[in-house]
C-alpha cells in the first residue's frame, strides 16, 4: 500500500487512527498494540500475500533467536543468527546478481531465477540484525512477541525506514495508553505528512518523468539535456525519499509515536562528512556502529581506518542494490569520503579559520572590517563547496539511476562532450504540470516560443532552493503558527495532492 493512494488516505489511515484510539480510550492497551501490529500486517501483504508469509516467518525465527540471546547470549548464536538473516536478504536480492557475475566471470550458463524482491527486506532485514546483536551485547532487554511484531512491522517505516533500532521504539511501545493524546502533536504530524506528501506527489514525480524520458533516449539528448536530467534525478531521488521519511515522521506522531530524523537538508552540506550526516542518517549509523566500529574503526592505524571507509561504503553500495552501477557510486562516496578525511587530519586548520584576535577597543574599524571580510569569506566559501559538493553528488547519483555501468558513462560522456543544442521540447514538456500550463494559457504567455521552457524553469528553480537553500519540512513544522492562511494553505496543498493520484507512482526506495 503507498501513502499516496486513495486507499490509505481515506479507508486505510482513518480505520487505523479510530481503531488505534477507540481501543486506547477504553484502556485496551495491548489490544491496541495488536490492532497496531495487524494494521501494519495488512499494510504490507497489499503488496503481495507472499511478501507477508516472508516477513512473518522472518519475525518469528528473530524472535526466537532473541529469546535465546537472552538467556544464553552466546556469540555462535548470535552468528548464526546474522547468518540467517543475510542469508535469507542474499537469496531474494543477490542471487541472481551473484549467478549473473558467475557467468560473466567464469562463462558458466546458470539460469537466472528471476526471485521476486520483497518489499522493505532490507530494511527490516538489518532492523532484527541490530536487534538481535544487541539483545547478545546486553542492550536489550526481554520483550513480548506483540512489542517485538511491531517494532519490525509498524508501517510507517517498515518499507523504506528509517532504520530504527530498540532503544527509540520499546520505551514508546510502553508508554501506549499512559500518555494523553496532544492535538499539537496530531497537527504537526498532518502537517508533517501533508509537506512529505507534496515533496513527493508534486515535486519529485515531476522531476521523475524528465528522468524517464531522458534515459529512455539517451542517444537523443544533447548536451545540456544530459546535464539536465542529471539534476533533475538529483532532486527527485531527494524529493522523494525525504518526502516518505516526512510522511512516516507525520503518522508516527499522529499515533503519538516518534520516529527519528532521517534528512536533514544534505544538499546543504558542504564536504562528503556532512552529507552522510544528513543523508539517510539511520543506514549510516547502522553501519558504524555494526561494520566500521567492529572492523576496528580508527582504533587500529590511519591505514586500517581508511580501509574500513572504504569497505562501508562499498558494502552501502551494494546494499541498496545488486548491480555493479551500485558499487561504483558507493566507491565513488567512499573514495571522497576517504580524502576528506586525509585532509581534515592533514590541515587543522579549515579555509573558515581565521586565527587571532579580529579587533580590540582601540581598533573597532579594522575590528569590523575584518569580521565583514571573515563573513564575506566564509559565505563565498559555503557556497563554493555547497555547489562543488552538490555536482559530486549528483556524477554519483547517475551510477545509481542508470541500469547499468555503460549506460551511466553515455549519460556522463553525453553531459561532457554531447552535441551543444537547444533543450528538447519533449524534455521540457515532461517538467509541464497541466496546473502552471493554465496559467500560462491566462496569462497568454502560451504563443511565445519559449513558453514550453518556462514551467521547467519553474519547477527546477522551485526544487533547487527547497532542497539546498530553504528551511525542510521539519523546520517549517516547528516554526508554524496555526493560523488561518497556515490550515487553508495546508488544506490546498492536501487536495492538490489527492488530485494528482491519478498518476500514483512507487517511491524509488522501494526497489534497495
Known amino acids: 500500500m503507498l501513502f499516496n493512494s486513495y486507499i490509505f488516505v481515506f479507508i486505510f489511515f482513518p480505520i487505523c487512527l479510530l481503531g488505534y484510539y477507540g481501543l486506547l480510550h477504553f484502556r485496551q492497551d495491548k489490544a491496541a498494540k495488536i490492532f497496531l501490529t495487524a494494521m501494519s500486517l495488512w499494510f504490507y501483504g497489499y503488496f503481495n500475500v507472499s ?126 495508553g499512559h500518555k494523553p493524546v496532544l492535538w499539537e502533536r496530531m497537527a504537526e504530524g498532518l502537517g508533517l505528512f501533508i509537506l512529505g506528501l507534496a515533496k513527493k506527489v508534486l515535486i519529485a514525480d515531476t522531476f521523475g518523468a524528465g528522468v524517464d524520458y531522458g534515459y529512455a533516449n539517451l542517444s537523443l539528448l544533447g548536451r545540456f539535456d544530459a546535464i539536465l536530467v542529471i539534476c533533475f534525478y538529483t532532486l527527485q531521488l531527494y524529493f522523494d525519499f525525504s518526502g516518505y521519511c516526512d510522511m512516516a515522521r507525520g503518522i508516527g506522531k499522529m499515533l503519538g509515536i516518534e520516529i527519528p530524523v532521517n534528512f536533514n ?4 552540506a558542504t564536504n562528503i562528512i556532512d552529507f552522510w550526516k544528513r543523508w539517510h542518517i539511520t543506514l549510516n549509523r547502522f553501519f558504524t556502529k555494526y561494520v566500521y566500529i567492529p572492523l576496528g ?64 577597543g582601540d581598533d573597532r574599524h579594522s575590528g569590523n572590517t575584518t569580521v565583514r571580510h571573515t563573513n564575506v569569506r566564509r559565505i563565498i566559501v559555503t557556497f563554493v563547496s555547497r555547489i562543488a559538493l552538490f555536482i ?45 500550463w493554465y496559467v500560462l494559457k491566462v496569462l497568454h504567455l502560451d504563443r511565445m516560443s519559449f513558453s514550453g521552457y518556462i514551467p521547467m524553469a519553474i519547477v527546477l528553480t522551485v526544487g533547487l532552493y527547497l532542497a539546498m537553500v530553504g528551511p525542510n519540512a521539519a523546520q517549517r513544522m516547528e516554526k508554524m503558527k496555526y493560523r488561518a492562511v497556515s490550515v487553508l494553505v495546508f488544506a490546498v496543498l492536501m487536495v492538490w495532492c489527492v488530485l494528482t493520484f491519478s498518476q500514483v507512482s512507487t517511491f524509488l526506495y522501494f526497489n534497495f
Not at 549473473?100 to 540484525?129: A, E, K, Y
Not at 512477541?145 to 517498515?158: G, H, N, R
Not at 537538508?265 to 546543504?268: D, E, R
Open 265 to 268: 537538508s544534505p544538499y546543504k
Open 51 to 176: 511478501y507477508l508469509l516472508i516477513m512473518v516467518g522472518s519475525i518469528a525465527v528473530n524472535y526466537l533467536f532473541h529469546r535465546g540471546l537472552s538467556r544464553h547470549p552466546r556469540k555462535s548464536l548470535m552468528i548464526l543468527a546474522v547468518a540467517c538473516n543475510l542469508g535469507v536478504l542474499f537469496y531474494f536480492k543477490y542471487f541472481d546478481f551473484f549467478l549473473d557475475t558467475m557467468n560473466h566471470v567464469f562463462g558458466t550458463s546458470f539460469l537466472l531465477r528471476g526471485i521476486l524482491l520483497p518489499l522493505g527486506i532490507s530494511f527490516f532485514t538489518f532492523q532484527q540484525i541490530s536487534f538481535v546483536v544487541d539483545t547478545w551485547r546486553g542492550e536489550v532487554r526481554d520483550c513480548s512477541l506483540i512489542d517485538y511484531a511491531l517494532f519490525v512491522s509498524f508501517f510507517p517505516q517498515l518499507i523504506a525506514g528509517p532504520i530504527v533500532n530498540h532503544g527509540e521504539m520499546l520505551p514508546q511501545f510502553d508508554e501506549i
Open 392 to 436: 559530486y553528488v549528483s556524477v554519483a547519483w547517475v551510477y545509481f539511476r542508470a541500469e547499468s555501468i555503460g549506460q551511466a558513462n553515455q549519460m556522463l560522456v553525453t553531459a561532457l562532450r554531447g552535441p551543444v543544442q537547444k533543450v528538447s521540447v519533449q524534455l521540457a514538456e515532461c517538467l509541464r504540470p497541466d496546473e502552471f
Open 297 to 360: 574503526g580508527n582504533r587500529k592505524g590511519e591505514a586500517r581506518m581508511y580501509l574500513n571507509l572504504l569497505l562501508v561504503f562499498l558494502l552501502s553500495g551494494l546494499w541498496h542494490g545488486a548491480g555493479w552501477n551500485f558499487i561504483v557510486w558507493g566507491a565513488l562516496h567512499g573514495v571522497l569520503y576517504v580524502a576528506t578525511r586525509f585532509r581534515q587530519k592533514r590541515f587543522a586548520h579549515s579555509l573558515l579559520y581565521v586565527a587571532g584576535p579580529v579587533g580590540n
